[in-house]
């Protein structure tokens, strides 16, 4: 690339005066994004060409978008199209074009953006001058270093420059033939070597949050209630000469989804503050937007309220078990009926988990818990129950780069694997390499007549033998959490409590968390659509791309389940499950290409067997 003169030319303004803004950074914070609070800052990308300094920039800006934090960024090859075009790469103008920049940066940073400044900028004086521009107006500056080495960025080469700078082609190019100034004390040091795009936004997400750029809601930061390993035998010493008090199963369950971080940012049972924003908000408020439709929340009776009231900590005991440790706890009264009118729309004891609500404590408690150790259930299945970072873990293991999520609590038929699979479809055809399935069906508490747990998975487990999911590309998990059958509300939370896991995409379905109606005349309780018109207007999932459940029906001429086609509506049969049912029971086949024959011989010897008891 030839060097240019031009700065030699540049002549300095006089007679310039600046001007002060009316309209202060608070005020502009309060009315930009969707986070309130002025969170202008600029993050500075520094690196060799193919460090991966653009791509996580973009990335960080696509992934603060997404969660209604203004940002912008700024590339060194898009600057030099437009503002930067009479600059060259000798080191005079590189000085210049880093000093434009860094002012530009500092405009955004002022009007309330983060501005994602993504250059090469080689030099520690002109990455300290931009430092200087930023830090004479109170602005915060984040230095970057994305310190991967020449030999991989050699090796990526995307643009082909280093070929080209190795022959000689390219003069004055970065590494090759031009020195690159290793910075001295980078606000974040990044190795891209290795390590996906997601795992280095969230480093510098987490760094943001720290400095109070970012409220704790952006962070996808999975909050582990579990008292470690190394602390677990000093923490059950403690419990044990604490009062106490017995929860049930329910609870327990409950406490398990907060201990595993399912409802993060959660960090214990609700406090009343918390309650009331869940309840008429459908959202925690309080260090940005978290949806959290659901209230986990624990009751207790007047008489342990009595007994608890003046603790500073106390001990959740199940069948006697020490099991976790209230800190700090705060007690307010349990308004069951406008608890229920809020989360169910109802109040009836019809309706079987409103009757678990009327008949459970008349007061909650709320506080910090610490998990005394996982939460097993020795029923066979806990190598199923993988926590939020576990599942995490295998995701990267796969190297998945797309996660879709399917909530369940009913058996699969084959009209569910073909929206799975088609949905996998869509991903590869939009461009993911590897999306994975996570098939996780709802292993807590659900109303009697629903198929039982262990049916469930062994039915599950046998889909997948079948090969009408891919073992390959699916995680079978369990989803600790109970069924609250709270149609529209209750959704929110299945959706949110998936992307702890890093899920992206969550498949939707007809009536999600509904039942029908417990007084006559025979009708649901929920809207069937409703769940997933809410799904995608609901704040804080913007991050999670809903994926709307196809109709699927029984094709009689393809003898098989495809999506309904109105056209020639003749020619499908809807199976319901009252009469899927009544097959199994009789120990009937259903049509051919209904179910995967080893899963329904599992689904009928279950119904078969409740006609013997």
């Known amino acids: 690339m030839a060097e240019s003169v031009i700065s030699s030319k540049l002549r300095k303004a006089t007679n310039v005066f600046a001007e002060k803004h009316k309209v202060s950074r608070t005020d502009r914070g309060e009315v930009l994004g969707s986070k309130g609070g002025f969170r202008g800052c600029t993050i500075w990308f520094t690196g060799l060409s193919g460090a ?24 060194g090859d898009n600057v030099r199209t437009g503002l930067n075009k009479n600059l060259g790469f000798a080191p005079e103008d590189r000085e210049e074009n880093i000093r434009r920049v860094a002012e530009v940066g ?37 230095e970057v270093f994305v310190s991967t080495s020449l030999e991989e960025c050699e090796k990526r080469d995307v643009k082909g420059l280093y070929k080209k700078a190795r022959a000689g082609i390219i003069k004055g190019f970065t590494g090759i033939d031009q020195p690159y100034e290793i910075p001295v004390n980078p606000e974040v040091t990044i190795n891209t070597e290795n390590r996906t795009v997601d795992d280095c936004v969230q480093q510098i997400v987490e760094v943001l949050q720290t400095n109070n750029i970012l409220p704790r809601s952006v962070v996808e930061k999975v909050i582990d209630l579990t008292v470690p390993e190394e602390n677990l035998e000093d923490a059950i010493k403690e419990a044990e000469d604490l009062p106490s008090v017995e929860i049930t199963k329910l609870d327990l369950q409950w406490l398990q989804v907060l201990g595993e971080g399912w409802a993060s940012p959660l960090t214990g049972f609700m406090r009343e503050r918390e309650f009331l924003q869940c309840q008429h908000f459908n959202c925690l408020l309080d260090d940005g937007v978290t949806n959290q439709s659901v209230p986990v929340v624990l009751p207790i009776s007047t008489a342990e309220k009595d007994k608890l009231s003046s603790c500073k900590q106390f001990t959740l005991r199940y069948n006697g078990v020490a099991k976790a440790i209230i800190r700090d706890p705060e007690f307010y009264e349990h308004r069951k009926e406008e608890r229920c009118a809020r989360q169910f729309g109802m109040f009836n004891d019809g309706h079987p988990y409103i009757k678990m609500i009327n008949d459970s404590g008349d007061w909650l408690v709320g506080g910090d818990v610490d998990v005394l150790g996982r939460i097993l259930w020795n029923d066979g299945l806990d190598q199923y129950r993988l926590t939020p970072n576990q599942l995490r873990a295998q995701f990267r293991e796969m190297h998945a780069d797309a996660v879709f999520a399917f909530q369940l609590r009913n058996p699969v038929h084959n009209g569910h694997a073909l929206l799975m699979n088609d949905c996998k479809r869509q991903l590869v055809e939009r461009g993911f390499k590897k999306p994975v399935l996570l098939l996780h069906p709802l292993g807590g508490w659900t109303k009697d007549d629903d198929v039982p747990l262990s049916v469930r998975m062994e039915q599950h487990k046998a889909i997948m033998d079948e090969g009408v999911l891919d073992p390959e590309s699916t995680v079978l998990a369990i989803f600790p959490s109970p069924m609250m059958y709270a149609g529209p509300t209750e959704v929110q939370w299945h959706a949110k409590a998936r992307m702890s896991t890093g899920a992206n995409f969550y498949i939707v379905g007809r009536d999600p968390a509904g039942m029908p109606h417990p007084d006559p005349p025979k009708r649901d309780i929920y809207e069937p659509t409703h769940g997933g018109k809410v799904l995608r207007m609901a704040p804080g999932l913007t991050q999670l791309e809903i994926i709307p459940f196809k109709v699927a029906a029984y094709d009689m001429k393809a003898k098989a389940m495809a999506f309904f086609d109105p056209h020639r509506k003749e020619d499908f049969d809807f199976i319901s499950g009252t009469r899927m049912r009544g097959l199994a029971r009789s120990g009937e086949m259903p049509p051919d290409g209904f179910m995967a024959p080893k899963a329904w011989t599992v689904l009928s010897n279950y119904y078969q067997s409740l006609a013997t008891k």
């Open 52 to 75: 991966g300094k653009t791509t996580i920039s973009f990335a960080l800006e696509e992934y603060l978008v997404a969660r209604g934090i203004p940002s912008y960024g700024l590339d």
């Open 106 to 142: 500092k405009l955004f940073a002022d009007s309330g953006v983060v501005a994602l400044c993504s250059f090469v900028s080689p030099y520690n004086k002109d990455r300290e001058l931009a430092r200087e521009l930023h830090k004479e107006v109170g602005l915060p500056f984040f």
